[in-house]
T-cell receptor, first 115, second 116 residues
Framework: QQQVKQSPQSLIVQKGGISIINCAYE??????FPWYQQFPGKGPALLIAIRPDVSEKKEGRFTISFNKSAKQFSLHIMDSQPGDSATYFC??????????????FGQGTILTVHP | KAGVTQTPRYLIKTRGQQVTLSCSPISGHRSVSWYQQTPGQGLQFLFEYFSETQRNKGNFPGRFSGRQFSNSRSEMNVSTLELGDSALYLCASELLGRGATGGEQFFGPGTRLTVL
């Protein structure tokens, strides 16, 4: 019940296209859903995050869509650029109890944007 | 503001040895979490410390331990190293810890541990 399932494992997009990565979760106690971007040799960097009281959040070219009833959330990258080529991780967490400090991560999506 | 720093960046050890990794969180952050990242298992939570107390622990054997100091700096230790411990070890800092508001964890660059 603690799993977060992420798809696809890899994604190839042309420059200027839209990249879409999906995640599904089971634990309805999750109330914080961040996305991280990781470049080779670097730690994950927080990209954007959402809480379940909103269905969408946009920051620049990055948008999270959240569907509470379906227990799914997705990352959309508009006007994808070669510099966006990286591994993307979705994650989830909830406050309190034995959840302190614990992010549960999806398996990651390797995004390649061709020029 | 300086980010999360981890030392050393790279380590090579042999089976049976022990290792200590260090993490300095962002100034003012009081919660430090540790994660193990491998190609097969992905990012897995090890433990979290807040105000020098371990508040949460992941599903790892007792060979993995940690501590936090009064200045919020944290160390993790792995004893009796096994080949399977080869991984990128990441620490992340958070302002207050998830018990309050927040949830925003900021990661360091990691320590790449290779066990031969």
């Amino acid at each position: 019940q603690q799993q977060v399932k992420q798809s696809p494992q890899s994604l190839i997009v042309q420059k200027g296209g839209i990249s879409i990565i999906n995640c599904a979760y089971e634990n309805t106690a999750f109330d914080y859903f961040p996305w991280y971007q990781q470049f080779p040799g670097k730690g994950p960097a927080l990209l954007i995050a959402i809480r379940p009281d909103v269905s969408e959040k946009k920051e620049g070219r990055f948008t999270i869509s959240f569907n509470k009833s379906a227990k799914q959330f997705s990352l959309h990258i508009m006007d994808s650029q070669p510099g966006d080529s990286a591994t993307y991780f979705c994650a989830a967490s909830y406050a309190g109890g034995t959840s302190y400090g614990k992010l549960t991560f999806g398996q990651g999506t390797i995004l390649t944007v061709h020029p | 503001k300086a980010g999360v720093t981890q030392t050393p960046r790279y380590l090579i050890k042999t089976r049976g040895q022990q290792v200590t990794l260090s993490c300095s969180p962002i100034s003012g952050h009081r919660s430090v979490s540790w994660y193990q990242q491998t190609p097969g298992q992905g990012l897995q939570f090890l433990f979290e410390y807040f105000s020098e107390t371990q508040r949460n622990k992941g599903n790892f054997p007792g060979r993995f331990s940690g501590r936090q100091f009064s200045n919020s700096r944290s160390e993790m230790n792995v004893s009796t190293l096994e080949l399977g411990d080869s991984a990128l070890y990441l620490c992340a800092s958070e302002l207050l810890g998830r018990g309050a508001t927040g949830g925003e964890q900021f990661f360091g660059p990691g320590t790449r541990l290779t066990v031969l």
